[in-house]
């Protein structure tokens, strides 16, 4: 099987679209964001493609402009918006860095690099495009432009997967680096901070990224594509194939029934009206507890009834005095859970195999159905 890093993430975050996007070859329509990033990405190319003198500023800002893509956007403002943000990103880039400085070896690498599977043999290709390696004093440095709006910690850049296939696809073309892997360096470019996070990698951390594609070839084998929805639904352009938004595009099947339309229409009024009286009902209760308070009653009357306040207290155990009463009794053990947040806070920090096995130590709790109303 050949498999990219993309196509990868594509499967860990929606199995659904991976089949519509890899297995069924249906092309999906891309995004803005998607044709923003593949604009920024041609104008940093364009900036350190050997010449005899690098482009000025003016002249990666010309780039930008005449490869710019106004169709791709709704409106005039949100066009606009982006415009500038590609601008600022080249201004800062420039800022940042002397061009004529960079030692650059390659821009836009392809690789296809081969792994296989010890239990039964079978080889597959990992494939992809590094932005850029570099030459440093005494190593190599491969970077990853990002154009994204949010930075993440240095701890995940450290377990950053991608990272690690770029770095296995650049041992495969320079071998001998291998014995000096702690001069090579990861580094992801946030474009839009002007932040470059650096990593390294170790043996451990390659071969566990090797594991982690070899673990999910052996779930894409296994033919089960189920729809996953997640706030990147709203970037996908499969909706109109997936069985989780067949509704959205109910006007072109035309198999709703006027019954339901009004029941969504009145579901979603009733829930705004839900929404708007709870609102008054808190002004009107800080109203009354401030007279209360005022007055040192707890309890008021009108022609309409009567409005008591009574005090509701919640408890916590001090941890450390819990425990010191527990531990010696050998009990303490027996009233740990797992606290998800505390879980989810160190996700970003353990290996993509840990994380995995993590995901698959996940069983169902319970199942419920609810309702919930995005206002156009």
């Given amino acids: 099987m050949r498999l990219s890093y993309s196509a990868l993430d594509s499967f860990q975050n929606c199995s659904l679209k991976y089949k519509f996007q890899n297995i069924d070859k249906v092309k999906e329509p891309k995004s803005k964001e998607a044709v923003f990033g593949t604009l920024v990405h041609g104008t940093l190319k364009f900036i350190h493609t050997p010449s005899l003198l690098p482009p000025k500023l003016e002249d990666a800002l010309d780039y930008f402009s005449r490869n710019w893509n106004s169709d791709v956007f709704e409106d005039e403002l949100e066009e606009r918006n982006a415009f500038s943000m590609g601008v600022a990103m080249i201004q800062q880039y420039y800022k940042k860095n002397d061009i004529s400085d960079a030692n650059i ?8 690099i081969e792994i296989t599977n010890p239990k039964d043999g079978a080889s597959h290709i ?31 850049v450290d377990n950053d997967l991608q990272l690690s296939v770029y770095l296995n696809a650049f041992l495969a073309r320079y071998p001998k680096e291998i014995e000096r892997l702690d001069k090579v360096t990861v580094s992801l ?19 566990t990224a090797k594991q982690l594609f ?3 070839i052996a779930e894409i084998e296994k033919g089960v594509f189920v729809p996953n929805v997640t706030p990147l639904c709203d970037w996908c352009g ?13 006007e072109t099947r035309k198999i709703d029934s006027e019954e339901v339309n009004r029941a969504i229409e009145d579901y979603i009024n009733l829930k705004s009206a839900i929404t708007s009286t709870k609102t008054q009902l808190a002004e009107l209760q800080e109203k009354i507890n ?5 007055e040192g009653v ?10 008591a306040q009574t005090l509701r207290k919640t408890y916590k155990y001090d941890e450390q005095q819990l425990r ?47 309702l919930t109303v995005k206002k156009k």
């Fill in 105 to 112: 070896v390659d821009l836009e690498s392809r690789f296809a």
């Fill in 126 to 156: 990992i494939s992809g495009i590094i932005d850029r390696i570099d030459k440093t004093e005494d190593g190599y440095e491969i970077i990853d432009y990002k154009t994204t709006k949010k930075m993440p910690s240095q701890d995940k």
């Fill in 189 to 207: 470019y946030y474009l839009k901070h002007g932040v470059k996070l650096s990593s390294t990698r170790t043996l451990e951390q390659l071969n």
């Fill in 214 to 216: 070899l673990d999910v």
């Fill in 238 to 250: 499969y909706q109109k194939m997936c069985p989780m938004w067949k509704h959205k595009f109910k």
């Fill in 290 to 294: 401030d007279y209360m308070a005022q």
């Fill in 298 to 307: 707890d309890r008021v009357f009108s022609n309409e009834g009567i409005i």
């Fill in 324 to 370: 010191e009463i527990l531990e010696p009794l050998d009990k303490w053990e027996s009233v740990l859970k797992v606290d998800g947040i505390a879980l989810k806070k160190i996700m970003g920090t353990i290996s993509p195999t840990a994380r995995q096995n993590i995901e698959n130590a996940k069983v169902i709790d319970k199942e419920t159905k609810s």
